[in-house]
């Protein structure tokens, strides 16, 4: 399945951004998407996710409380509310998909094996 994700900019510390992932294909009953980012010279890591099925939401510590997903099954979107942004926030946001969900590797990239372009959020201070 192809992945888009959108609505990354540039924000001052505070504001929210709403990033939305649209899927052109099936998710599945058993899918997981997710959301990961990548900030320069740093890792991709995990932000959170949801299971299509059950719709349990995952978050990173550094996230909880401020970031919320959300899905529209009715047009394969999956969203990230994103509220109270800060600086350390900013990298490149990448929406993925998953054939399973797995509470010891949900968070790994490697458990992910479809993966949109990216969209860029800036938080300045």
């Known amino acids: 399945v192809q992945l888009q994700a959108s609505g990354g900019g540039l924000v001052q510390a505070g504001d929210s951004l709403r990033l939305t992932c649209a899927a052109a294909?099936?998710?599945?009953?058993?899918?997981?998407v997710g959301w990961f980012r990548q900030a320069p010279g740093k890792e991709r890591e995990f932000v959170s996710a949801?299971?299509?099925?059950?719709?349990?939401?995952l978050y990173a510590d550094s996230v909880k409380g401020r970031f919320t997903i959300s899905r529209d099954s009715a047009k394969n979107t999956v969203s990230l509310q994103m509220n109270s942004l800060k600086p350390e926030d900013t990298a490149v946001y990448y929406c993925?998909?998953?054939?399973?969900?797995?509470?010891?590797?949900?968070?790994?990239?490697?458990?992910?094996?479809?993966w949109g372009s990216g969209t860029l959020v800036t938080v300045s201070s």
């Open positions: 949801l299971t299509w099925r059950n719709y349990r939401r």
């Open positions: 294909g099936d998710i599945f009953a058993n899918d997981i």
């Open positions: 993925a998909k998953g054939p399973s969900y797995s509470s010891s590797s949900y968070y790994y990239p490697r458990s992910y094996n479809d």
